[in-house]
């Protein structure tokens, strides 16, 4: 039965990872063939000639040319009767004992249209010239077969035209790269010593990589064998110093002494490898290869990935003889922390310390993890704020999640224990460690306002003050009612925490904006209180009209040295000239509708308190208004009580404002922040 080459390498699919792929193969081909060699090691070579083409439809940052082709020259045994009978045989098992499946050169066919052998070798004492082509088409066709003349092993593989769009797009690789790329697939030669000189060659500006040279710079730093099911493994460990943009260490499987796929991230196997390891006041990168039997025996033909499940989960049947890719990395893991416990160690302890001063500092929201070592553990270490903050938000959902759905599993369950009390207990308490935390987040959020408020009462250093608008958009913003806005974006328990309750409010609007009288006053501050519907204290209620119960009235005036003045040279003035024309606007219009036409009822029974905040008073200005049946409180504030109109007016400064808000909070701030 004859197997036609185009249907074997219609099933190999390569992906954009596997672009060197092809080359890998031609490279391990002439290594193999170089093992076979009586040649001293000295004299073991391998040269691959770069040949470019155009620039790739998406360029590249380095402005770098597809690859169209491919030469690589050995001087190994060449293509000898053994070595040919092979390469004509689907499937070969020839050269079993070196890795070779028979299948990489239908991996070559994937990616190019041509394979072309031009090999001189010696055989049965006489030497001979074979040369013959690989295509889908004409599959194995002998092009000529001779006597050779030169008496020098030399074998030339082409590999010609990139036919494979994904492949040729995305072959823009500099030299560097490649370079870098064969030297990791074929470290496991290097360090078993078996690994001949290669050079590569970019033949288009005649630049040249020695890989021998680029293992110089990689140390094998330790060798470790462990078990799993009976199945034995080696570890190669290697370490690089730290240079250049590389960001990450590698774990290599590897398969028939090749790497086989995509590196592994070991900071997925083990987080505390998020970064490069400190050691001896340097910073080194790992490159760990993993070889085994059990690797060997379950590699595609491909050699692009093995059959080997990633976890158990994905096994239909629980079969412990299946090794999978999680159990064989938490060994990796724990071996690596074994070996470089100390280095480790310090590593982790830095980032622990970073990521408790966060919370501390910035992000008290999570103060419950301060407590909880074995999520502080589980946090990769040296993460950047924003991806820290991602991080910690991640395991903050989750775990309320999960607390909330257990509490609700309880409630919802009939069949109540003594075991199901216990964790509900439990779950009780977790889920009132992460309402403190949200509690201490919130509290965070008003020590920021008071600082910032306090701030924008300094002057500049142009002795510019901020406008009144600035101080008034703090606490509320202005041209808005709590309508149009939600609790949490305003400020109002910076005055008093009981206003934040009041059934309407209005900011900077226009009276008749919200009500149906004409006036063009516009009150800083205006908030009406409708009789109690909601037994929350912090309720809003979708109802503004009727007989209200009180109503309170803001007003601010601009910080600064002039701010205090109502008329700039004379302070014969009264402080509730500023406010009673507001109150009576509602007192004595007959009709009186709120913005949505229902009608207040506003009498002069009804409680009325106006708060007057300004920058600072002058003795003038004290001085008159005491005059005028003004009194002083014990705070250092002033204020008037109206009887038959049942009104209370308070003025004081924007600091003593600031210093009550400060002096209410100061107890959950030392609680929370100490």
């Not at 070592?373 to 775990?399: G, Q, V």
């Not at 504030?637 to 109206?642: L, N």
Request: charged share 30%; net charge negative; with cysteine.
């Amino acid at each position: 039965m004859e197997v036609p080459v185009k249907n074997i390498v219609e099933q190999v699919d390569l992906t954009q990872e596997d672009v060197l792929l092809p080359l890998m193969e031609c490279i391990v081909n002439s290594i193999i063939s170089l093992q076979q060699s009586d040649l001293p090691d000295r004299e073991k070579k391998i040269q691959i000639q770069i040949i470019r083409g155009e620039l790739p439809q998406s360029p590249t940052f380095e402005n770098v040319k597809t690859i169209n082709s491919f030469k690589i020259i050995d001087n190994g045994i060449g293509f000898n009767t053994k070595n040919y009978l092979s390469f004509e045989t689907p499937f070969s098992q020839i050269n079993k004992d070196y890795g070779c499946k028979g299948v990489g050169r239908f991996t070559v066919l994937a990616a190019y249209e041509k394979y072309l052998v031009d090999s001189n070798y010696q055989e049965n004492g006489k030497w001979f010239n074979r040369v013959f082509s690989f295509t889908v088409q004409k599959e194995v066709n002998k092009i000529d077969f001779k006597e050779s003349k030169n008496k020098n092993y030399k074998t030339v593989i082409d590999l010609e035209n990139c036919n494979n769009p994904l492949v040729l797009e995305k072959s823009a690789i500099p030299l560097e790269r490649i370079a870098e790329a064969i030297m990791q697939h074929c470290l496991i030669y290097y360090l078993n010593e078996k690994l001949p000189r290669i050079e590569v060659w970019e033949k288009e500006n005649d630049q040249v990589e020695i890989i021998n040279d680029l293992f110089a710079k990689v140390s094998q730093d330790k060798e470790r064998e462990f078990e799993l099911n009976n199945k034995k493994f080696r570890l190669y460990i290697t370490k690089t110093l730290k240079e250049g943009n590389r960001k990450n260490n590698y774990l290599y499987y590897c398969a028939n002494s090749r790497t086989v796929g995509d590196a592994r991230n070991l900071k997925y196997i083990n987080n505390i490898f998020n970064h490069p390891i400190l050691m001896n006041g340097n910073n080194y990168f790992f490159d760990i290869y993993l070889v085994s039997d059990y690797l060997n025996q379950n590699v595609y033909k491909t050699r692009n990935g093995f059959k080997i499940p990633k976890e158990k989960e994905n096994l239909l049947f629980d079969n412990s003889d299946i090794l999978t890719f999680q159990e064989i990395e938490q060994k990796v893991s724990e071996i690596i922390e074994e070996e470089y416990d100390s280095y480790i160690t310090a590593a982790r302890e830095k980032s622990l310390s970073k990521v408790q001063s966060y919370i501390l500092e910035k992000a008290p929201r999570y103060n419950s993890f301060l407590k909880n070592p074995k999520i502080l553990k589980s946090i990769p270490p040296n993460l950047p704020e924003d991806k820290l903050e991602e991080h910690l938000y991640s395991i903050s959902y989750n775990a309320r999640k999960s607390v909330e759905k257990n509490i609700e599993k309880f409630i919802q369950n009939k069949s109540v224990n003594e075991e199901a009390i216990k964790q509900i207990i439990d779950d009780i308490k977790e889920k009132t460690s992460y309402d403190v935390d949200s509690l201490a987040d919130y509290m965070m959020r008003r020590r920021a306002i008071i600082d910032l408020f306090d701030k924008f009462l300094d002057a500049d250093e142009n002795n510019q003050y901020k406008l009144e608008e600035d101080i008034h958009n703090l606490i509320f913003p202005m041209g808005f009612t709590n309508n149009e806005l939600d609790f949490e974006n305003h400020n109002l328990w910076l005055l008093d925490e009981r206003f934040i309750t009041y059934k309407f409010i209005a900011s900077d609007k226009p009276i008749t904006s919200y009500s149906q009288f004409k006036s063009r006053k516009e009150a800083d501050l205006l908030m009406v209180d409708t009789p109690k519907m909601f037994d929350n204290p912090i309720s809003f209620g979708d109802r503004s009209s009727g007989e209200v119960n009180s109503m309170v009235i803001f007003e601010f005036k601009r910080p600064g040295d002039i701010a205090h003045q109502k008329r700039k040279t004379d302070y014969r003035w009264e402080f509730s000239d500023l406010i009673e024309p507001y109150f009576d606007d509602f007192l004595y219009t007959p009709i009186k509708k709120n913005y949505k036409g229902n009608q207040v009822i506003i009498k002069e029974t009804t409680p009325k308190f106006g708060f007057i905040i300004l920058d600072i008073v002058p003795e003038p200005l004290a001085k008159y208004n005491k005059n005028k049946g003004w009194k002083t409180t014990p705070f250092g504030t002033y204020f008037k009580i109206e009887s038959e109109t049942n009104m209370h007016i308070e003025v004081m400064t924007f600091r003593k404002l600031v210093e009550f808000s400060r002096n209410r909070h100061n107890p959950f701030f030392d609680k929370l922040f100490a």
